[in-house]
């Protein structure tokens, strides 16, 4: 197995093929990831095998984002400008579910990571920031050190720290 994330193509994936047990994210990859590239809303990056390049195994969407700052933590908040923070959002992240539970979410979040940290070579990115939709989700994101920006929501951040 050779694994690796490109870009959403609709001509190479196959969207329609991809389940990960969520239908509203199986939805929004066959239906709307590619007007939402066009539009400049996120832009979607899938992972594949190189031995069966249409069949795609996971996927996540980035857009751009910002921050309130209050929304951070009182440690995080010392140093930064009163203004709105910029931040990368992982607005989708999803893994096939025959794969559930095999590394395929982490390593499509590690990407991800790696992704918003070479962008900061163009603009400037604070923290990368998602909604957690349930516990589990929540969990998998605390894993990897995301927190909740407050206690009413759901919606958990990651600074990037210096680099
Ligand atoms: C959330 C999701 C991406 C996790 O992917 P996965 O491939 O099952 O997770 P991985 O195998 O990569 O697990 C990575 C780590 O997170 C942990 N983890 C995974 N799911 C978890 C959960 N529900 N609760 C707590 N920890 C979890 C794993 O135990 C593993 O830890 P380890 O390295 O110490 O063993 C996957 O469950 C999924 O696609 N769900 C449906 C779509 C969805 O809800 N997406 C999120 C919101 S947009």
Redesign the pocket.
């Known amino acids: 197995m050779t694994l690796a994330v490109q870009e959403l193509d609709p001509k190479r994936h196959d969207r329609a093929g991809f389940d990960?047990?969520?239908e509203v994210?199986n939805r929004y990859l066959s239906r709307l990831a590619a007007q939402h590239r066009a539009k400049g809303i996120a832009t979607t990056f899938v992972l594949i095998d190189l031995k069966q390049p249409a069949q795609i195994q996971?996927y996540y969407a980035l857009s751009a984002a910002t921050i309130e700052l209050e929304r951070l933590t009182d440690a995080d908040r010392k140093g930064l400008p009163d203004y709105p923070i910029p931040a990368v959002r992982i607005g989708?992240?999803?893994?096939s579910l025959v794969?559930?539970?095999?590394?395929?979410?982490?390593?499509?979040l590690q990407n991800a990571i790696k992704r918003i940290l070479l962008a900061r070579g163009t603009l400037g990115v604070y923290a990368v920031v998602?909604e957690?939709?349930d516990d589990?989700?929540e969990?998998?994101y605390r894993?990897y050190g995301f927190r909740r920006s407050d206690s009413q929501s759901r919606q958990l951040y990651l600074p990037l720290g210096a680099g």
Request: charged letters at 15%.
């Open positions: 990960c047990g969520v994210l996971g989708r992240l999803a893994g794969a559930r539970g095999q590394g395929v979410g982490a390593l499509l998602v957690a939709k589990p989700v969990a998998f894993k």
